[in-house]
């Protein structure tokens, strides 16, 4: 019995050590003391430390590079516009009336011009130790003076180098150096989630600060497009949207990553009430990689011109060209005189290639065109008749101005799928605002008809029917008297599908 206790105990002294052997093997005891701590931990991760100490060095390095720019206008308002305006008729219809405008006079005398003095404030980053400093051209257009601010306090004269309304990028330049310089980085490599830093100084000197303010969020996404700005010389058609806060003020700062490498300018925020509300927008540094040296130079930006109005193809359209997908762009209208016209493309026409690269939308061809060097000579390969055909196309130079022309004409009552038309006389043309001469307006489009359905609006103008060019009513009623099926519409907006329904 004594034995038998004595192996029993051998054998249980045996099986502890080779539970502590095993133990080991598996790292349980350690497995067991990292659950319970992840369960009680409320300390962020060594990752969280990494992402605070990368805002903190970004504000440390970049942010010296980051200067704030305060801008004066002088405007000259008449006197007796003034007294007017602050009349206690207000905006009456009597504002313009020749003998008020002498009643006046009479009493007061004639009140001369007075000088008002807009002020306007922005920032900018310096991108050489001698004094450049890249910023928008909103910030410093029409400005009389320009006063930069360093963080240090150091304020200077800013003198502009170059600007370029168009891209809304400008350089300026004070007389300093030895200046800290931020590096630029690639914007065609940044990811929709990742981290970035927004710096500039939004009401700076309402808060009597020069230190720049520096606020950290994500991309939220790439190539936005905000259309033309309200200068419509302004086109905002490939931004970094994001989350960091951009307030007023906080225009031409840089938008950085967490490497301290500016990826954008910051030029507009989102907003229905005028503050910040998470939507931002900055313009890739590569755009302004492209013409920096330019605008340091003094030199005008040239940018690429096809000289067509083109749209994306919805499904509907897609299916009635006999395509498969709706990629490739559909040309509304081509300018007289362009380098598309002369290169041979026709309305209607779908650009699939322009320069042997696909195109699968308005935003990429807008892009790329405008890129291309003006001059040269490109290979554009379009769809027509559901065949492909090869155009040379030489690149112009984007125009300063594209005029259309003005009209005149006669009026129907005729409805057709829920369209009302009218010729283009004089008072249609004002109402609508309308400068073409060809065609007929829509005056009134009926609610759930199919016009109404495919997108057509009052104030369209009707050129094509099914590619049959429409010169005025009699056009229109001959066209449309007998059609079935659904119908192509080309109008001063683009194209439209407008499909048969019940009358």
């Known amino acids: 019995m004594k034995k038998r206790i004595i192996w029993l105990g051998f054998v249980l002294l045996i099986g502890i050590f080779c539970g502590m052997i095993i133990s080991s093997k598996l790292n349980l005891s350690s497995f067991v003391f990292s659950q319970n701590t992840s369960q009680s931990s409320v300390v962020p991760s060594f990752e969280g430390f990494r992402m605070e100490d990368a805002v903190i060095n970004v504000a440390n390095t970049t942010g010296k590079a980051v200067v704030s720019i305060s801008t004066e206008h002088t405007t000259k308002i008449s006197g007796g516009r003034r007294l007017y305006f602050g009349s206690p008729f207000g905006n009456s219809p009597f504002g313009e009336d020749e003998f008020f405008r002498r009643f006046f006079e009479d009493f ?20 050489d130790p001698e004094g450049y400093i890249l910023t928008n051209e909103h ?49 065609d490599n940044l990811k929709i989630g990742q981290w970035v830093v927004a710096i500039g100084n939004p009401f700076g000197f309402a808060l009597e600060n020069p230190e720049p303010t520096v606020t950290a969020g994500v991309i939220s996404a790439l190539h936005r497009s905000l259309g033309r700005g309200p200068s419509r010389d302004r086109d905002y058609g490939d931004l970094i949207q994001t989350d960091a806060a951009i307030n007023p003020g906080n225009s031409g700062g840089p938008l950085v990553n967490l490497k301290g490498e500016v990826v954008g300018i910051n030029v507009a925020i989102f907003s229905t009430s005028g503050g910040y509300q998470g939507i931002g927008f900055a313009i890739p540094i590569n755009n302004a990689k ?79 065109v405008g890129k291309t060097e003006v001059g040269r000579r490109v290979r554009v390969v379009v769809l027509r008749d559901r065949k492909e055909l090869t155009l040379d196309v030489s690149i112009g130079e984007r125009p300063q101005d594209i005029t259309q022309k003005t009209i005149e004409e006669v009026t129907a009552e005729d409805r057709w799928r829920g369209i009302k038309v ?9 109402r609508f ?32 029917i099914n590619r049959i060019p429409v010169e005025g009513v009699a056009d229109y009623q001959r066209i449309t008297k007998n059609l079935k099926g659904d119908v192509l519409i080309r109008t001063s907006r683009g194209y439209f599908l407008v499909k048969e329904g019940e009358e």
């Open 433 to 464: 605002r309308i400068e073409d001469r060809k065609g007929v307006v829509v005056v009134d489009v009926e609610p759930g008809s199919p016009a109404d359905n495919s997108g057509i609006i009052p104030g369209d103008v009707i050129l094509e």
């Open 422 to 430: 009218s010729d283009l006389d004089s008072q249609t043309s004002r």
């Open 290 to 368: 492209r013409i920096i040296s330019k605008l340091i130079a003094g030199k005008k930006i040239l940018y690429g011109w096809l000289g067509v109005t083109v749209q994306d193809l919805s499904e509907d359209m897609a299916k009635y060209f006999g395509l498969s997908g709706k990629n490739g762009v559909l040309v509304a209208k081509v300018l007289e005189n362009s380098p598309a016209e002369k290169a041979g493309i026709k309305a209607s026409d779908i650009i699939k290639e322009f320069d042997n690269k696909p195109i699968n939308n308005v935003r990429e061809l807008l892009s790329i």
């Open 139 to 187: 910030v410093v257009s029409e400005a009389d003076k320009i006063t930069v601010t360093l963080p240090d306090g150091r304020e200077f004269k800013g003198e502009v180098k170059g600007q370029d309304a168009r891209s809304d990028l400008a350089i300026i330049k004070i007389n300093a150096r030895n200046l800290p310089v931020a590096v630029l980085g690639d914007s």
């Open 108 to 127: 007061f005398g004639e009140i001369p011009e007075r000088e008002y003095k807009q002020i306007g404030l922005g920032s900018g980053v310096i991108i």
